[in-house]
Protein backbone atom coordinates (compact mmCIF):
# COMPACT_ATOMS: atom_id res chain seq x y z
CA UNK A 1 0.00 0.00 0.00
CA UNK A 2 1.26 3.20 -1.15
CA UNK A 3 0.68 6.83 0.32
CA UNK A 4 -0.56 9.07 -2.10
CA UNK A 5 -0.51 12.84 -2.15
CA UNK A 6 -2.82 14.12 -4.59
CA UNK A 7 -2.69 17.98 -5.24
CA UNK A 8 -4.83 20.14 -7.15
CA UNK A 9 -6.53 24.12 -7.57
CA UNK A 10 -9.98 23.16 -6.20
CA UNK A 11 -11.75 19.62 -4.90
CA UNK A 12 -15.05 19.32 -3.36
CA UNK A 13 -18.76 18.11 -4.82
CA UNK A 14 -19.10 21.42 -5.51
CA UNK A 15 -16.57 21.33 -7.89
CA UNK A 16 -18.29 20.51 -11.36
CA UNK A 17 -16.25 18.69 -13.86
CA UNK A 18 -12.18 19.46 -15.61
CA UNK A 19 -9.52 18.87 -14.09
CA UNK A 20 -10.82 18.78 -10.39
CA UNK A 21 -13.30 16.73 -11.11
CA UNK A 22 -10.99 13.88 -12.49
CA UNK A 23 -8.65 14.38 -10.05
CA UNK A 24 -11.49 13.40 -6.84
CA UNK A 25 -12.59 10.43 -9.27
CA UNK A 26 -9.22 8.84 -9.38
CA UNK A 27 -8.10 10.02 -5.82
CA UNK A 28 -11.28 8.00 -4.82
CA UNK A 29 -10.35 4.76 -6.51
CA UNK A 30 -7.20 4.92 -5.70
CA UNK A 31 -7.91 5.02 -2.10
CA UNK A 32 -9.39 1.68 -2.14
CA UNK A 33 -5.72 -0.04 -2.73
CA UNK A 34 -3.74 2.91 -0.84
CA UNK A 35 -3.72 5.58 1.63
CA UNK A 36 -4.60 8.88 -0.34
CA UNK A 37 -4.81 12.24 0.87
CA UNK A 38 -5.58 15.31 -1.09
CA UNK A 39 -4.04 18.79 -0.66
CA UNK A 40 -5.85 21.75 -2.52
CA UNK A 41 -6.48 25.03 -1.53
CA UNK A 42 -9.80 26.59 0.46
CA UNK A 43 -10.89 28.24 -2.94
CA UNK A 44 -14.43 27.43 -4.36
CA UNK A 45 -14.37 30.15 -7.43
CA UNK A 46 -11.48 29.95 -9.42
CA UNK A 47 -11.63 33.33 -10.97
CA UNK A 48 -11.16 34.83 -7.70
CA UNK A 49 -9.59 32.36 -5.76
CA UNK A 50 -10.89 33.68 -2.57
CA UNK A 51 -11.12 31.48 0.76
CA UNK A 52 -14.61 29.29 0.94
CA UNK A 53 -13.92 26.48 2.42
CA UNK A 54 -13.68 27.05 6.36
CA UNK A 55 -12.82 23.39 7.35
CA UNK A 56 -8.85 22.99 7.19
CA UNK A 57 -9.51 19.37 6.99
CA UNK A 58 -12.43 17.08 6.28
CA UNK A 59 -12.75 14.18 4.75
CA UNK A 60 -14.94 13.34 1.19
CA UNK A 61 -16.04 10.24 0.26
CA UNK A 62 -13.26 8.21 2.15
CA UNK A 63 -10.46 10.75 1.22
CA UNK A 64 -8.86 13.11 3.31
CA UNK A 65 -8.58 16.53 2.21
CA UNK A 66 -6.42 19.41 3.46
CA UNK A 67 -6.91 22.68 2.37
CA UNK A 68 -4.67 25.80 2.87
CA UNK A 69 -5.22 29.57 2.54
CA UNK A 70 -4.87 31.43 -0.84
CA UNK A 71 -2.34 34.26 0.21
CA UNK A 72 -2.99 36.47 -2.59
CA UNK A 73 -6.52 36.31 -4.33
CA UNK A 74 -6.14 37.22 -8.08
CA UNK A 75 -6.47 41.04 -9.30
CA UNK A 76 -8.00 41.09 -12.83
CA UNK A 77 -6.34 43.90 -14.33
CA UNK A 78 -2.79 43.15 -12.58
CA UNK A 79 -3.03 39.75 -13.92
CA UNK A 80 -4.21 40.80 -17.49
CA UNK A 81 -1.31 43.61 -17.71
CA UNK A 82 1.77 40.30 -17.04
CA UNK A 83 -0.46 38.44 -19.67
CA UNK A 84 -0.29 40.82 -22.23
CA UNK A 85 3.69 41.08 -21.47
CA UNK A 86 4.13 36.92 -20.80
CA UNK A 87 2.13 35.62 -23.99
CA UNK A 88 3.67 38.92 -25.78
CA UNK A 89 6.32 36.38 -26.06
CA UNK A 90 9.25 39.18 -24.82
CA UNK A 91 8.54 38.01 -20.74
CA UNK A 92 11.81 36.77 -19.11
CA UNK A 93 11.59 33.80 -16.96
CA UNK A 94 11.16 36.18 -13.64
CA UNK A 95 7.88 37.59 -15.26
CA UNK A 96 6.51 34.23 -16.54
CA UNK A 97 6.91 33.30 -12.79
CA UNK A 98 5.04 36.06 -11.55
CA UNK A 99 2.28 35.01 -14.04
CA UNK A 100 2.11 31.86 -12.12
CA UNK A 101 1.67 33.62 -8.65
CA UNK A 102 -0.57 36.38 -9.76
CA UNK A 103 -3.10 33.66 -11.88
CA UNK A 104 -3.57 31.82 -8.71
CA UNK A 105 -4.04 29.63 -6.67
CA UNK A 106 -0.67 30.93 -4.36
CA UNK A 107 -0.55 28.54 -1.55
CA UNK A 108 2.72 28.35 -0.64
CA UNK A 109 1.58 26.41 3.11
CA UNK A 110 0.69 24.09 0.62
CA UNK A 111 4.03 23.72 -0.23
CA UNK A 112 5.77 24.16 3.41
CA UNK A 113 3.73 21.57 5.00
CA UNK A 114 4.97 19.04 1.99
CA UNK A 115 8.11 20.09 2.77
CA UNK A 116 7.72 19.21 6.48
CA UNK A 117 6.43 15.86 5.95
CA UNK A 118 7.19 14.52 2.61
CA UNK A 119 8.41 11.59 3.90
CA UNK A 120 5.03 11.07 4.97
CA UNK A 121 3.93 10.55 1.39
CA UNK A 122 5.57 7.66 -1.51
CA UNK A 123 4.23 9.68 -4.39
CA UNK A 124 3.29 13.43 -5.16
CA UNK A 125 0.61 13.46 -7.82
CA UNK A 126 -0.21 17.61 -9.18
CA UNK A 127 -2.98 18.04 -11.41
CA UNK A 128 -2.77 20.83 -14.16
CA UNK A 129 0.77 21.71 -15.07
CA UNK A 130 -0.57 25.19 -15.64
CA UNK A 131 -0.66 26.33 -11.37
CA UNK A 132 1.48 27.21 -9.28
CA UNK A 133 0.97 23.92 -6.92
CA UNK A 134 2.14 21.60 -9.59
CA UNK A 135 5.48 23.78 -10.84
CA UNK A 136 6.74 23.73 -7.02
CA UNK A 137 5.52 20.41 -6.85
CA UNK A 138 8.03 19.13 -9.19
CA UNK A 139 10.45 21.94 -8.72
CA UNK A 140 10.81 20.79 -5.15
CA UNK A 141 9.89 16.72 -4.95
CA UNK A 142 11.18 15.97 -8.38
CA UNK A 143 12.08 12.28 -7.65
CA UNK A 144 8.46 11.94 -6.17
CA UNK A 145 6.29 13.75 -8.46
CA UNK A 146 4.17 12.18 -11.33
CA UNK A 147 2.54 15.02 -13.34
CA UNK A 148 -1.04 14.95 -14.82
CA UNK A 149 -0.69 17.81 -16.52
CA UNK A 150 -4.48 18.08 -18.52
CA UNK A 151 -3.06 20.08 -21.18
CA UNK A 152 -5.37 21.48 -24.11
CA UNK A 153 -4.19 23.47 -26.88
CA UNK A 154 -2.82 26.68 -24.64
CA UNK A 155 -0.25 29.08 -25.79
CA UNK A 156 1.05 28.38 -21.48
CA UNK A 157 2.13 25.07 -23.00
CA UNK A 158 5.01 26.93 -24.43
CA UNK A 159 5.97 28.87 -21.65
CA UNK A 160 9.83 28.59 -21.02
CA UNK A 161 8.82 28.72 -17.06
CA UNK A 162 7.12 25.03 -17.52
CA UNK A 163 10.19 23.68 -18.67
CA UNK A 164 11.57 22.00 -15.54
CA UNK A 165 7.83 20.73 -14.71
CA UNK A 166 7.35 18.56 -17.37
CA UNK A 167 11.06 17.86 -17.41
CA UNK A 168 11.95 16.82 -14.23
CA UNK A 169 8.77 14.83 -12.90
CA UNK A 170 9.01 10.87 -12.74
CA UNK A 171 6.03 10.09 -14.99
CA UNK A 172 3.69 12.05 -16.97
CA UNK A 173 0.34 10.81 -17.17
CA UNK A 174 -1.27 12.54 -20.10
CA UNK A 175 -5.00 12.36 -21.07
CA UNK A 176 -4.64 11.45 -24.56
CA UNK A 177 -2.25 10.87 -27.85
CA UNK A 178 -2.99 14.59 -28.72
CA UNK A 179 -2.07 16.14 -25.24
CA UNK A 180 0.85 14.08 -25.34
CA UNK A 181 2.07 15.60 -28.41
CA UNK A 182 1.73 18.78 -27.81
CA UNK A 183 3.31 19.24 -24.85
CA UNK A 184 6.55 16.92 -26.42
CA UNK A 185 6.73 18.80 -29.01
CA UNK A 186 6.47 21.78 -27.09
CA UNK A 187 8.86 20.91 -24.36
CA UNK A 188 10.99 18.27 -25.61
CA UNK A 189 10.42 16.08 -22.57
CA UNK A 190 10.75 12.98 -25.03
CA UNK A 191 12.84 11.27 -22.39
CA UNK A 192 10.35 11.54 -19.33
CA UNK A 193 8.42 7.92 -19.17
CA UNK A 194 4.55 8.57 -20.28
CA UNK A 195 1.70 7.20 -20.18
CA UNK A 196 -1.60 7.96 -22.11
CA UNK A 197 -4.05 7.35 -19.12
CA UNK A 198 -6.81 9.90 -18.42
CA UNK A 199 -9.81 8.73 -16.12
CA UNK A 200 -12.88 6.75 -16.07
CA UNK A 201 -16.37 8.15 -15.08
CA UNK A 202 -18.48 7.69 -11.93
CA UNK A 203 -19.96 4.17 -11.21
CA UNK A 204 -23.88 5.89 -10.91
CA UNK A 205 -26.76 3.86 -13.07
CA UNK A 206 -29.07 5.86 -14.89
CA UNK A 207 -32.27 6.76 -13.29
CA UNK A 208 -35.50 4.81 -14.44
CA UNK A 209 -36.00 6.73 -17.81
CA UNK A 210 -39.49 7.10 -18.23
CA UNK A 211 -40.19 8.38 -14.58
CA UNK A 212 -37.17 11.08 -15.34
CA UNK A 213 -38.30 11.93 -18.91
CA UNK A 214 -41.43 12.69 -16.88
CA UNK A 215 -39.96 14.57 -14.38
CA UNK A 216 -38.65 16.80 -17.11
CA UNK A 217 -41.49 17.37 -19.36
CA UNK A 218 -39.59 15.31 -22.15
CA UNK A 219 -41.75 12.26 -22.37
CA UNK A 220 -42.15 11.47 -25.91
CA UNK A 221 -40.14 13.95 -27.00
CA UNK A 222 -36.95 13.32 -29.20
CA UNK A 223 -33.78 15.53 -28.41
CA UNK A 224 -30.29 15.95 -28.47
CA UNK A 225 -28.40 17.07 -25.05
CA UNK A 226 -25.12 19.28 -23.76
CA UNK A 227 -23.62 18.89 -20.72
CA UNK A 228 -21.52 21.00 -19.07
CA UNK A 229 -20.53 24.87 -17.93
CA UNK A 230 -22.46 26.71 -20.69
CA UNK A 231 -19.93 29.19 -21.52
CA UNK A 232 -18.86 31.24 -24.66
CA UNK A 233 -15.36 29.11 -24.17
CA UNK A 234 -17.12 26.18 -24.45
CA UNK A 235 -18.32 26.71 -27.82
CA UNK A 236 -22.06 27.52 -26.89
CA UNK A 237 -22.63 30.49 -28.20
CA UNK A 238 -21.69 28.66 -31.63
CA UNK A 239 -23.63 25.88 -30.91
CA UNK A 240 -27.01 27.72 -30.33
CA UNK A 241 -25.95 29.42 -33.44
CA UNK A 242 -25.34 26.68 -35.01
CA UNK A 243 -28.57 24.62 -33.66
CA UNK A 244 -30.95 27.86 -34.74
CA UNK A 245 -29.79 27.26 -38.23
CA UNK A 246 -30.62 23.64 -38.32
CA UNK A 247 -33.70 24.84 -37.20
CA UNK A 248 -34.17 26.68 -40.02
CA UNK A 249 -33.66 24.44 -42.48
CA UNK A 250 -36.47 22.84 -44.78
CA UNK A 251 -37.19 19.35 -44.10
CA UNK A 252 -35.09 18.55 -41.17
CA UNK A 253 -36.08 15.76 -38.58
CA UNK A 254 -37.85 17.62 -35.10
CA UNK A 255 -35.55 18.05 -32.47
CA UNK A 256 -34.63 19.95 -29.02
CA UNK A 257 -31.86 21.32 -27.68
CA UNK A 258 -31.50 20.15 -24.03
CA UNK A 259 -28.75 21.90 -21.88
CA UNK A 260 -27.53 20.70 -18.29
CA UNK A 261 -24.72 22.30 -16.07
CA UNK A 262 -24.78 25.79 -15.26
CA UNK A 263 -24.82 29.39 -17.29
CA UNK A 264 -22.06 31.68 -18.01
CA UNK A 265 -23.44 32.95 -20.83
CA UNK A 266 -27.66 33.70 -21.85
CA UNK A 267 -29.32 30.79 -22.55
CA UNK A 268 -31.59 31.36 -26.50
CA UNK A 269 -35.30 31.64 -25.32
CA UNK A 270 -36.44 29.32 -28.08
CA UNK A 271 -39.52 26.55 -27.55
CA UNK A 272 -36.95 23.82 -29.00
CA UNK A 273 -34.28 24.79 -26.34
CA UNK A 274 -34.41 23.57 -22.72
CA UNK A 275 -32.17 24.61 -19.93
CA UNK A 276 -32.68 21.88 -17.23
CA UNK A 277 -29.57 23.80 -14.80
CA UNK A 278 -27.84 21.18 -12.50
CA UNK A 279 -29.77 17.69 -12.14
CA UNK A 280 -28.50 14.31 -10.38
CA UNK A 281 -26.18 12.07 -11.41
CA UNK A 282 -28.58 9.18 -11.79
CA UNK A 283 -31.09 12.11 -13.74
CA UNK A 284 -27.72 13.03 -15.85
CA UNK A 285 -27.39 9.77 -17.16
CA UNK A 286 -31.00 8.88 -17.90
CA UNK A 287 -30.91 11.99 -20.07
CA UNK A 288 -27.91 11.23 -22.21
CA UNK A 289 -28.92 7.62 -22.81
CA UNK A 290 -32.03 8.70 -23.77
CA UNK A 291 -31.05 11.60 -25.80
CA UNK A 292 -30.51 10.70 -30.02
CA UNK A 293 -27.39 12.00 -29.89
CA UNK A 294 -24.73 14.31 -27.52
CA UNK A 295 -23.12 17.11 -28.79
CA UNK A 296 -19.82 18.45 -27.65
CA UNK A 297 -18.99 22.05 -29.44
CA UNK A 298 -15.87 22.64 -27.15
CA UNK A 299 -12.93 24.27 -28.92
CA UNK A 300 -10.54 23.65 -26.32
CA UNK A 301 -10.38 19.84 -24.33
CA UNK A 302 -7.29 17.85 -23.08
CA UNK A 303 -10.13 14.80 -22.47
CA UNK A 304 -14.02 14.77 -22.58
CA UNK A 305 -15.74 12.87 -19.96
CA UNK A 306 -18.96 13.50 -21.06
CA UNK A 307 -17.91 11.79 -24.15
CA UNK A 308 -16.88 9.39 -22.30
CA UNK A 309 -20.24 9.07 -19.97
CA UNK A 310 -22.34 9.16 -23.36
CA UNK A 311 -20.43 6.08 -24.91
CA UNK A 312 -20.98 4.46 -21.32
CA UNK A 313 -24.65 4.80 -22.17
CA UNK A 314 -24.33 3.50 -25.86
CA UNK A 315 -25.32 7.13 -26.98
CA UNK A 316 -23.42 8.37 -29.71
CA UNK A 317 -21.87 12.27 -29.85
CA UNK A 318 -21.48 14.68 -32.78
CA UNK A 319 -18.22 16.98 -31.97
CA UNK A 320 -16.29 20.04 -32.60
CA UNK A 321 -13.67 18.40 -34.78
CA UNK A 322 -11.75 21.76 -34.42
CA UNK A 323 -10.84 20.25 -31.39
CA UNK A 324 -7.62 17.73 -31.75
CA UNK A 325 -8.79 16.02 -29.01
CA UNK A 326 -12.63 15.90 -29.39
CA UNK A 327 -11.93 14.89 -33.35
CA UNK A 328 -9.09 12.04 -31.88
CA UNK A 329 -11.48 10.93 -29.48
CA UNK A 330 -14.32 10.45 -31.94
CA UNK A 331 -11.97 8.86 -34.76
CA UNK A 332 -10.27 6.21 -32.22
CA UNK A 333 -13.76 5.53 -30.70
CA UNK A 334 -15.44 5.75 -34.04
CA UNK A 335 -18.42 6.68 -31.62
CA UNK A 336 -19.64 9.85 -33.48
CA UNK A 337 -19.10 12.47 -35.96
CA UNK A 338 -17.54 15.49 -36.39
CA UNK A 339 -17.91 18.80 -37.90
CA UNK A 340 -15.94 21.68 -38.60
CA UNK A 341 -18.22 24.25 -39.52
CA UNK A 342 -22.13 25.57 -40.11
CA UNK A 343 -22.78 23.45 -42.82
CA UNK A 344 -21.16 20.36 -41.65
CA UNK A 345 -22.99 21.07 -38.50
CA UNK A 346 -26.51 20.66 -39.76
CA UNK A 347 -25.08 17.94 -42.47
CA UNK A 348 -24.32 15.69 -39.69
CA UNK A 349 -27.08 16.40 -37.43
CA UNK A 350 -29.39 15.99 -39.89
CA UNK A 351 -27.94 12.59 -41.00
CA UNK A 352 -27.53 11.28 -37.37
CA UNK A 353 -30.84 12.02 -36.39
CA UNK A 354 -32.19 10.55 -39.58
CA UNK A 355 -30.81 6.93 -39.62
CA UNK A 356 -31.25 5.16 -36.51
CA UNK A 357 -28.91 2.38 -37.99
CA UNK A 358 -25.92 5.02 -37.57
CA UNK A 359 -26.65 6.34 -34.40
CA UNK A 360 -27.13 2.82 -32.97
CA UNK A 361 -23.79 1.40 -34.65
CA UNK A 362 -22.03 4.87 -33.30
CA UNK A 363 -23.37 3.96 -29.75
CA UNK A 364 -22.16 0.79 -30.18
CA UNK A 365 -18.87 1.25 -31.25
CA UNK A 366 -18.57 4.03 -28.56
CA UNK A 367 -19.01 1.77 -26.09
CA UNK A 368 -16.96 -0.90 -26.87
CA UNK A 369 -13.72 1.79 -26.55
CA UNK A 370 -14.90 2.92 -23.52
CA UNK A 371 -15.37 -0.66 -21.80
CA UNK A 372 -11.47 -1.33 -23.18
CA UNK A 373 -9.52 1.79 -22.65
CA UNK A 374 -11.48 4.01 -19.59
CA UNK A 375 -12.75 0.82 -17.23
CA UNK A 376 -11.88 1.94 -13.48
CA UNK A 377 -9.57 -1.33 -13.72
CA UNK A 378 -7.91 -0.15 -16.97
CA UNK A 379 -7.04 3.41 -15.32
CA UNK A 380 -5.75 2.34 -12.25
CA UNK A 381 -3.20 -0.08 -13.61
CA UNK A 382 -1.42 2.73 -15.48
CA UNK A 383 -1.47 4.65 -11.66
CA UNK A 384 0.42 1.34 -11.17
CA UNK A 385 2.65 1.38 -13.80
CA UNK A 386 3.81 4.79 -12.56
CA UNK A 387 4.26 3.82 -9.71
CA UNK A 388 6.63 1.27 -10.20
CA UNK A 389 8.65 3.82 -12.85
CA UNK A 390 9.27 5.85 -9.85
CA UNK A 391 10.26 3.26 -7.87
CA UNK A 392 12.79 1.91 -10.39
CA UNK A 393 13.97 5.02 -11.07
CA UNK A 394 15.03 5.66 -7.57
CA UNK A 395 16.55 2.44 -6.69
CA UNK A 396 18.46 3.60 -9.84
CA UNK A 397 19.27 7.01 -8.42
CA UNK A 398 20.52 5.44 -5.41
CA UNK A 399 22.61 3.00 -6.86
CA UNK A 400 24.08 5.82 -8.63
CA UNK A 401 24.67 7.87 -6.09
CA UNK A 402 26.68 4.91 -3.90
CA UNK A 403 28.97 4.36 -7.00
CA UNK A 404 30.00 8.17 -7.13
CA UNK A 405 30.52 7.95 -2.99
Not at 58 to 68: Q, Y
Not at 117 to 122: A, L, V
Amino acid sequence: MARLAFVVQRYGREVNGGAELHCRMVAEHMARNHEVEVLTSRALDYISWQDHYRDKTETIDGVLVRRFSVKQTRDERRFGLISEDVFGGTASLQKQRLWLREQGPFVPDLIDHLKRNIDRYDFIIPFSFRYYHSHECVKSFPEKSILVPTAEPDPAVNLKVFGSTFNHCQVVLYNTPESRDLIQEAQQNHSVPGLVTGVGIENTKPGPIPDVLRKHSLEGKRYIIYVGRIDQNKGCKELFDFFLSYLAQPEVPETRLVLLGNNVIEVPQHPKIRHLGFVSPEDKLALIKAADLLVMPSFLESLSIVLLEAWSCRTPVLANGRSDVLRGQCCRANGGLYYRGREEFIVCLKEMLSNRFLRKRLGSLGNKYFRLNYSWDVITEKYERAFEITKRNARSGQQAASKTA
